[in-house]
């Protein structure tokens, strides 16, 4: 009968490798994380990597040193979204809602928003045009005019606060302006 393979050699098990360092990489995460759930998810989606990607790995004595690093990786890439789309309750960010109410917005028509898309810089016209008209991805928009997706969500973000004051100077222009229709159509008398 010959001998076991070294661990270098013999391919690992799944189920040994899990109660071979889960609590390890369970305390690392819960270090980095300082939340039992978020540890526990980060070590999950560690273990969902080596399943996912492991046999990739050539040195089979490296699998601490790769579980550890992948761990430590993905709560950055985590760390980096949570930082840059924070969950916030709408209610302790109302105040910070824009002062428009909605219903300004089903009143304008058709060919005022046109209009008003027509007067936005042309540098913000062609991503609000692509994103609103054509219904593309911030990815296309970035593929369609060759800028980084990072300018295609900034232009955005700076287009539609134009547009949206473009809009709200139209409707106050034309306040005193419209004549309303009666009930059977007709202008007033």
């Given amino acids: ?6 661990t270098a ?14 609590t390890a990489l369970f305390r690392f995460a819960l270090s980095l994380a300082k939340n039992g759930s978020d540890a526990a998810d980060l070590t999950q989606q560690t273990f969902y990597l080596w399943a996912a990607k492991g046999h ?20 950055l890439s985590t760390y980096r979204h949570a930082t840059k789309f924070p969950h916030v309750e709408l209610d302790d960010v109302s105040h910070e809602m824009p002062s428009v109410a909605p219903s300004i917005f089903n009143e304008i028509d058709g060919h005022t928003v046109v209009g008003a898309l027509a007067a936005v810089d042309e540098v913000f016209r062609a991503p609000l045009s692509l994103f609103y008209l054509e219904e593309l991805s911030y990815l296309e928009i970035a593929d369609v005019l060759a800028i980084p997706i990072g300018t295609v969500m900034s232009r955005l973000s700076r ?30 008398a």
Avoid: C, N
């Fill in 1 to 6: 009968m010959s001998a076991p393979l070294p």
């Fill in 9 to 22: 050699v013999r391919p690992i098990d799944f189920h040994e490798l899990v109660d071979r360092h889960y």
């Fill in 56 to 75: 990739q790995l050539r040195d089979l004595a490296k699998v601490k040193s790769w579980l550890f690093t992948t761990l430590y990786r993905e709560y």
């Fill in 159 to 188: 287009g539609k606060a134009q547009l949206r004051q473009l809009l709200l100077d139209a409707r106050a222009g034309a306040d005193g302006k419209i004549i309303p229709l009666r009930a059977d159509g007709k202008g007033a």
